[in-house]
């Protein structure tokens, strides 16, 4: 499809971002990335949760994330959301063995009594992060800081946990938080990402960015800035609104595919 508005260079770029997507954005991709593991459940509580987390653990190699993050998910009895719920202080102990990188077994039994927080008192997930957006934000950034807050109050989460949690309003990227944020709220039936999250619209996401988005946005002209923070990701996402207003971030998986496959351009 064309757009009468554009230059010829800005339709070349729409044809190859679009092309891109509709290479990467289909079932194919799930096996080998983190959001396989949400995949494997059903219950609405249990994929959040597990996407939650192997967000949370997705940096390293995908295999890597990937093998910690099922690891992770056979502590818990493979019910997340059971075992958020009614793990008692043994059970929460059979996690502290566990250690991806800098993540360990303190971090993931302090997330899993401040996740029990967020689902008897505020929602859960959905309820956490929704809460701190409103229908005329521009993007996801107050549904960040809301839910990053709740979750560290909570009794029984370390203070090292925070550093797992990345804090746009200290110019963090927050790449996890906004890649999770994509798995919950688009919905396009191309059998990617979930859509079970209401209270966001697709509109308010902002790209996931890491050192393949931002190398191929780069080479693309998409992006000028240097750093991968939390203005580059606003930079990105406002360039990717030009080609989809209302799904700008289906873009990600144009960027990240041609990037993890060496498609690198200009």
Known sequence: MEHPRMTDAQQALYALLESRHDRYNIPDFVPDDPIGIPHRFSRKED???????????????????????????????????????????????????FVHRTFNGADAGGLVLALRHAYTHAGGLEGIFSAGISPSDADVFGGIVHARGILLAAEGVHARTAKHLADPAAGSSAKRLNMYLRWMVRHDRRGVDFGLWTGIRPDQLLLPL?????????????????????????????????????????????????????????
């Open 210 to 266: 890491d050192v393949h988005t931002g190398n191929v946005a780069r080479s693309l002209g998409l992006l000028t800035r240097t750093q991968n923070d939390w203005r580059a990701v606003q930079e990105l996402t406002a360039a990717l609104r030009a080609f989809d207003p209302q799904d700008p971030v289906k873009y990600d998986f144009a960027l990240f595919g041609m990037g993890v496959n060496g498609e690198l351009v200009g």
């Open 47 to 97: 994929i959040e949760i597990a996407g939650f987390f192997a967000a949370l653990l997705a940096w390293g190699k995908r295999a890597l994330i990937i093998r910690s993050t099922d690891r992770l998910m056979a502590l818990m009895g493979e019910a997340p959301h059971d075992f958020v719920m009614a793990a008692t202080a043994h059970d929460r102990a059979t996690l502290d063995a």
